[in-house]
Nanobody, 122 residues
Framework: QVQLVESGGGLVQPGGSLRLSCAASGSIFAYNAMAWYRQAPGKQRELVASITNGGITNYEDSVKGRFTCSRDNAKNTVYLQMNSLKPEDTARYYC????????????????WGQGTQVTVSS
């Protein structure tokens, strides 16, 4: 099993920044990548960014140039630096341990944390 704990969300004005963290534990060795998803009320959960164990990242089009995904030295924590936040970024953000392919596709695992809420408004 995998345990994931997200943190760092909050209320921020448009144009502001937040840094999300995801602490992972358990059978992480079974996966070669981690990712951030988000879900707004009434919307499907969508993939925001992914990062391989080697640090290769991919981003959803709407966040390219604004969000940056990274990992710590122990490879058990991932971060999502979010800059130039927009109201449309408002959602609950979740991290996931999964796998990526050479084509850039990300396959999620059944494990999700509680998520962390990001609200962008003035």
């Amino acid at each position: 099993q995998v345990q994931l704990v997200e943190s760092g969300g909050g209320l921020v004005q448009p144009g502001g920044s937040l840094r999300l963290s995801c602490a992972a534990s358990g059978s992480i060795f079974a996966y070669n990548a981690m990712a951030w998803y988000r879900q707004a009320p009434g919307k499907q959960r969508e993939l925001v960014a992914s990062i391989t164990n080697g640090g290769i990242t991919n981003y959803e089009d709407s966040v390219k140039g604004r969000f940056t995904c990274s990992r710590d030295n122990a490879k058990n924590t991932v971060y999502l630096q979010m800059n130039s936040l927009k109201p449309e970024d408002t959602a609950r953000y979740y991290c996931n341990a999964g796998r990526t392919t050479s084509g850039g596709a990300y396959y999620f695992s059944p494990y999700w944390g509680q998520g962390t809420q990001v609200t962008v408004s003035s």
